[in-house]
């Protein structure tokens, strides 16, 4: 629960951050008037890439959940076991190339960490497992609101993922699965050289996320 708090406050810090950045470093690339902007994409960049830390994935929190109930709760009938599950946190590097200024194709590289820990009656270590997802996908963001410091935009990521779990026990196991992902909202702030981004996601990324990135 710390860990989320942290990484929540420092996605809306990134949006606080960001405004500053921009006024510091903007570059006359854009044209303005009253109703909106509409940028110049002859001259600005169209190649980005963004690095990102998260809280839980939606697939991360429910597989999570499958192993407490499962393993912990069921343990916990029978011998009245303990679980304790930590999230080491979601990690992500995107790259996304600028056809124009609505359609961005790209990819992105997630990954996810889990540990879960099992106790007897007297709290000694039982199990310990470590889970971890990596995925692959190849994504398509769409901007429906540009604004000369702000983009509003959502997206679609299918790819595939790898799940990694190794246990105290000498389990050690991995399966390869279908990865998806939506993006349902994404807020860009910044210039064309360097932005923030806080995201909500639904799938193999993170719930709520917080990065930056650079364009060129």
Do not use: C
Not at 58 to 63: E, L, M, P, Q, R
Not at 94 to 111: C, E, H, M, S
């Amino acid at each position: 629960m710390k860990t989320n708090v942290i990484i929540i406050a420092f996605a809306f810090s990134v949006l606080a951050l960001m405004p500053y950045l921009a006024l510091a470093q903007e570059q006359d690339t854009m044209i303005e008037s009253k109703s909106e902007v509409t940028y110049d994409y002859s001259l600005a960049p169209r190649n980005e890439i963004s690095t990102s830390i998260g809280t839980v994935s939606a697939f991360g929190g429910i597989f999570d959940l499958f192993k407490v109930v499962i393993e912990g709760v069921g343990n916990g009938l029978s011998k009245n076991y303990r679980t304790d599950t930590k999230f080491i946190g979601t990690y992500g590097l995107d790259y996304y190339y600028q056809v124009n200024k609505w359609f961005r194709p790209g990819a992105k590289i997630v990954y996810e960490g889990l540990t879960t820990s099992i106790y007897d009656t007297t709290d000694a270590l039982v199990n310990h497992y470590n889970t971890s997802t990596l995925s692959i996908m190849p994504s398509v963001q769409l901007s429906y609101l540009n604004r000369k410091y702000v983009k509003l935009y959502s997206g679609i990521d299918l790819g595939v993922a790898v799940i990694f779990d190794d246990n105290k026990q000498g389990s050690n196991t991995s399966s390869t699965f279908f990865a998806f992902n939506l993006t349902v909202l994404g807020v860009r702030v910044g210039n064309d050289r360097i932005f923030g981004v806080v995201e909500t996601n639904i799938g193999m990324d993170a719930l709520i996320k917080g990065g930056f990135g650079v364009r060129f």
